[in-house]
């Protein structure tokens, strides 16, 4: 591996413990706004003032953002290997492979194989700084996994087993194998309002916002992101 990829991973690495910390919240405002006053960063002004308007964050926020991203990358993309790698290594006591694949999918909007410095900001406005519905869009679109507008209960048990994988055998108390599926059939009996064995993206949020229960099991959803 040649240094400058050694330097790239290094510091995409460095930049998914940052997001990490972020959005479990776990990195104190203080801390965000000291490491933004510290940062010196090499930027495009208009792209990032472009970014600034389309999305949730301040300029100083996206600075700090692009130098994490792009500062040892110049390409300024993350395809779906990396994006693999720097999830097992958060990640190593289960198998993240699977949920890594769907969250790479739900990033990379445009389809094209590859996760740029635009797609990261424009989910992570959405995730961190969104309004309740649209985190919920977001996850509506993180569990259609084909991208028809509907979530079959197929679709929903295989991003279940995914972020179960991931989890590993070290929860406690010790997850049952049938887990995953119990989990889903609650969630899908309450979500398939008029029981046509799918269901659309008003049926999710409204289910969402009116069950407390799915709204905690949520949360498992955000944490893990």
């Known amino acids: 591996m040649s240094g400058c990829r050694k330097r790239c991973k290094r510091e995409i690495l460095k930049f998914a413990e940052y997001l990490l910390r972020l959005i479990t919240g776990s990195l104190h405002t203080d801390t965000v706004e000291d490491e933004m006053e510290m940062a010196t960063v090499r930027h495009r002004p208009e792209a990032l003032e472009l970014l600034e308007a389309q999305s949730k964050f301040t300029k100083k926020e996206l600075q700090i953002l692009y130098r994490g991203f792009k500062n040892e990358c110049p390409s300024g993309v993350v395809n779906e290997e990396t994006f693999k790698d720097i999830y097992s290594q958060f990640f190593p006591q289960g198998d993240s492979t699977t949920y890594a694949h769907f969250l790479f999918n739900a990033f990379d909007t445009d389809h094209n194989g590859s996760v740029s410095f635009e797609d990261f900001v424009m989910g992570l406005s959405i995730l961190l700084r969104g309004t309740v519905q649209e985190k919920l869009k977001w996850a509506f679109n993180l569990y259609d996994i084909n991208k028809d507008g509907y979530i079959t209960k197929e679709e929903m048990l ?68």
């Open 158 to 225: 295989d991003i279940m087993k995914a972020i179960y994988d991931m989890m590993g055998k070290c929860t406690y108390p010790v997850l049952k194998e049938d887990a995953p599926r119990q989990h889903v059939e609650t969630f899908f009996q309450k979500m398939d309002k008029n029981k046509d064995g799918v269901v659309t993206i008003d049926e999710f949020i409204e289910s969402c916002q009116k069950d407390e229960n799915i709204m905690r099991s949520m949360q498992l959803f955000e944490n893990v992101i």
